[in-house]
Nanobody
């Protein structure tokens, strides 16, 4: 079972990056939740976005309108498209998955997810 996150890098403020999260060895139901979290140095891991039960997307207030999640079911890959990046978006980004029985009230809770990717660094310069 593996989640492989990739796509991070260095970008100037106002730029864009897209992250990918590829799943292997997992069977997802239609009730799955796939999420992105991030953790900046010295800060706690925070919720960024999730695709809930395959159809609905939710975003933190700090990224709403700038970040978009999408998924390719055939490739078992989820994407986080990040636009208008700000220096405060600098963090290690993690993808997380709960393959089944996801509950809306828990989607922002990191402890709710069963599987995690290794993280990919995003650095936004001012």
């Amino acid at each position: 079972v593996q989640l492989q996150a990739s796509g991070g890098g260095l970008v100037q403020a106002g730029g864009s990056l897209s992250l990918s999260c590829a799943a292997s060895g997992l069977t997802f139901s239609r009730n799955r939740a796939i999420a992105w979290f991030r953790q900046a140095p010295g800060k706690e891991r925070e919720f960024v976005a999730t695709i809930f039960r395959s159809t609905r997307s939710y975003y933190s207030d700090s990224v709403k309108g700038r970040f978009t999640m999408s998924g390719d079911n055939a490739k078992k890959t989820t994407y986080l498209h990040m636009n208008s990046l700000k220096p405060e978006d600098t963090a290690v980004y993690f993808c997380a998955a709960r393959p089944d029985t996801s509950i809306l009230s828990q989607i922002q809770n990191a402890d709710y997810y069963d599987y995690w990717g290794q993280g990919t660094q995003v650095t936004v310069s001012s």
